[in-house]
């Protein structure tokens, strides 16, 4: 089955930088919509970034200007650059993508594991 493997979490200092990187595995014909979600404590899951197979990104307000979500089709990964992190960032990052997994097939989602994300002096 696909699988998701996100890496690149950790602990940094305010104002410090993370890449968050997530490689698709498995049998896939192609990648569609790619996605990170962040959970915090006691916060539901939100979006944070988003970008298109045609290359179309979107990203929460309070990310904006800070955090670059990037691909790699040739290794069916998605990144997700965040410089300027805040306390406030402090979360699990999940992976999200939308893919196919052969031609005709319907494109389905998938989620990584989660990777913790922890601002803190």
């Known amino acids: 089955q696909v699988q998701l493997v996100e890496s690149g979490g950790g602990l940094v200092q305010p104002g410090g930088s993370l890449r968050l990187s997530c490689a698709a595995s498995g049998s896939i014909f192609s990648m569609n919509t790619m996605r990170w979600y962040r959970q915090a404590p006691g916060k539901q899951r939100d979006l944070v970034a988003a970008?298109?197979?045609?290359?179309?990104?979107n990203y929460a307000d309070s990310v904006k200007g800070r955090f670059t979500i990037s691909r790699d089709n040739a290794k069916n990964t998605v990144y997700l650059q965040m410089n300027s992190l805040k306390p406030e960032d402090t979360a699990v990052y999940y992976c999200?993508?939308?893919?196919?997994?052969?031609?005709?097939?319907?494109?389905?989602?998938?989620w990584g594991q989660g990777t913790q994300v922890t601002v803190s002096s």
């Open positions: 999200n993508a939308d893919l196919r997994r052969y031609y005709g097939g319907s494109s389905d989602n998938y």
């Open positions: 970008v298109t197979s045609g290359g179309s990104t």
